[in-house]
């Protein structure tokens, strides 16, 4: 195999208080020109409101490679399983629309 064709290996350590991870059902995404945070919460029933858990800082480098990863994953994931339903949510109105009809986002031009 050339080195054109090698994967690159990463070894990553996953401490225990990591590993069980962290429920979230939304996330509040806000950007600067230098950088994307990403805020996951939890809005459960009976709670005042919604508990941030988690902050993720990112460059949009990153982001755009997070955006991609998780298209390629949710692609791979409904062939396996089926589409999945945005329950309550009108289908290609409002602010969503469906990915199923995109690839991987690529590098646009700047204008």
Not at 32 to 38: A, D, L, N, T
Not at 67 to 80: G, P, V, W
Request: hydrophobic share 35%; glycine share 10%; proline share 6%.
């Amino acid at each position: 195999m050339d080195n054109n064709n090698q994967q690159k290996q990463i070894s990553l350590d996953l401490k225990p208080e990591i590993a069980k991870g962290s429920y979230s059902n939304l996330a509040i995404i806000t950007h600067s020109r230098s950088e994307f945070i990403i805020d996951f919460a939890t809005n459960l029933p009976g709670l005042p409101k919604p508990e941030i858990s988690n902050r993720i800082v990112m460059t949009p480098e990153h982001a755009k490679r997070l955006l991609n990863a998780l298209f390629d994953n949710i692609s791979k994931y409904e062939a396996n399983f089926g589409l999945i339903d945005l329950e309550g949510q009108p289908k290609n109105q409002g602010g969503t629309f469906n990915l199923g009809g995109f690839g991987p986002i690529g590098g646009g031009s700047k204008s």
